[in-house]
């Protein structure tokens, strides 16, 4: 009774099953081939003969079905197709680089197997081809690196060894050699001191070294207020001179670099002669242009020019700076700053400046005159340019002169340019020309 009602289930479940395909089917527009029969085909029976009161299986035989898949599923198929050919082509590639793998190992190649992996290649014969190409190429490529790591080795053991020369004069051992050495000079100094711990002329307290002015302001500031000559030495290395010095006009402290006064000294002079300086000190000189040179190049200088005629009209020219170079630049001028009431005869106009002039003496010709030499002319050693307006190593008149103009000269001294009527030259009864330093306080 149970069996029977499960029969009638199971029937009626596979027929209404058939029904649903049935419906699909007829809903598709292609649906004619392959249509479902009414009748059903389905059998249910024992799969033997089965004695009654027994519990037998039963077995359905189903027709066979076609059944209509979505379109998707044909895609599916190429799919797996493409995938099955993928599969095939990788396990090529993977024999392939394999193959080049062992390749590289046997030429005892360690680089990548990576570099042998090459996708485009069509057949393993022109894949291993381009391989061994370019293992041949990667083989020449190590032996050059191993050529410059040798070389490489090589340099790194050279100097390897120059610093193990060069540890031997580090710093440790420089100390503990210059530690040696004074203890060495301690040992001898003791001994001399016992030696002498008497009377011993080399242990008397030396003299103590007197601190060199380097110029009369020094002098001045050190409470020296007379006129005269004094010991400077503007430079220690370049020993000491003397100068003479005025402590009493516009201040003191002057250094004085030239004097006029009376024509006692010829300035027609050799550049040897102007390097050195000459004169007398206490009346007239040149104090010297390597001395001039030390006293512009120790300090800042300022320059005071005191002139007197023989109408005895005294005027003066400062300069704020002044400096004289060395022999090698042929003691070149640099002066400017002026005040005053003497003029500018120094820089007198564009055609007329002495300012960065070099030096020039009758036998040596450093003028900006290309005809002739302006020392030579003018009968002294001066900053000429071509030639002048302005020359304190003139010759010394004892008044007014005719004929060339050598005497000394100040451009802008009153009259001086305009000429006298009846050609005579003006001339100066008296020259000072001294410096003193920016810094000086009176
Ligand atoms: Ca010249």
Redesign the pocket.
């Known amino acids: 009774m149970k069996l029977l009602l499960y029969l009638v289930l199971l029937k009626t479940a596979l027929l209404t099953l058939t029904d649903v395909f049935a419906v699909v089917l007829e809903d598709e527009e292609d649906a004619t081939e392959g249509k479902v029969t009414e009748t059903c085909p389905i059998k249910l029976k024992t799969n033997r003969k089965c004695e009654e009161g027994e519990d037998c299986p039963y077995q359905i035989n189903l027709p066979p079905m076609t059944m209509q898949l979505p379109k998707e599923f044909r895609l599916l198929e190429k799919t797996l197709k493409e995938v099955q050919t993928l599969k095939e082509a990788v396990n090529k590639l993977k024999k392939c680089c394999q193959d080049g793998k062992l390749q590289a190992d046997d030429n005892q190649e360690r680089d990548s197997s990576n570099e042998f992996l090459l996708p485009n290649a069509d057949t393993p014969a022109e894949n291993s081809k381009i391989q061994d190409n370019r293992v041949k190429e990667l083989q020449s490529k190590v032996n050059r690196m191993a050529t410059s790591l040798k070389n490489a080795k090589n340099q790194i053991q050279t100097l390897q060894g120059r610093l193990e020369k060069m540890s031997l004069i580090n710093m440790n051992n420089v100390e503990h050699y210059v530690d040696s050495k004074v203890a060495n000079l301690t040992f001898v100094v003791n001994s001399l001191d016992n030696k002498c711990s008497s009377k011993c002329p080399a242990m008397q307290p030396s003299p103590v070294i007197q601190i060199m002015q380097r110029d009369c302001a020094d002098y001045y500031t050190a409470g020296r207020r007379s006129n005269g000559i004094y010991r400077i030495s503007p430079d220690p290395r370049n020993g000491s001179f003397e100068v003479y010095c005025d402590m009493q006009t516009h201040g003191g402290g002057w250094t004085v670099l030239q004097r006029r006064q009376d024509g006692s000294t010829n300035f027609n002079r050799t550049w040897n002669d102007y390097k050195n300086g000459f004169g007398n000190l206490s009346r007239e000189f040149w104090l010297g242009n390597d001395k001039i040179h030390l006293l512009t190049k120790s300090q800042e200088m300022q320059l005071r020019i005191e002139l007197e005629d023989f109408n005895g009209i005294r005027e003066y020219a400062k300069y704020e700076h002044f400096y004289v170079a060395n022999e090698y630049l042929k003691y070149r001028l640099s002066v400017h700053g002026y005040s005053g009431t003497a003029g500018d005869a120094l820089h007198y106009s564009k055609r007329y400046n002495h300012d960065q002039k070099f030096f020039?003496t009758p036998d040596k010709?450093n003028?900006?005159?290309?005809?002739?030499?302006?020392g030579a002319y003018y009968s002294s050693g001066w900053w000429f340019d071509?030639c002048l307006s302005a020359n304190l190593n003139g010759k010394y008149y004892h008044n007014k002169y005719k004929g060339v103009r050598n005497g000394i000269f100040w451009g802008t001294w009153h009259g001086m340019s305009d000429g006298i009527p009846s050609g005579y030259r003006q001339a100066f009864k008296s020259v000072k020309i001294m410096i003193r330093p920016k810094s000086f306080v009176q």
């Open positions: 020039t010709d003028d900006r005159y290309p005809s002739g030499n302006c071509a």
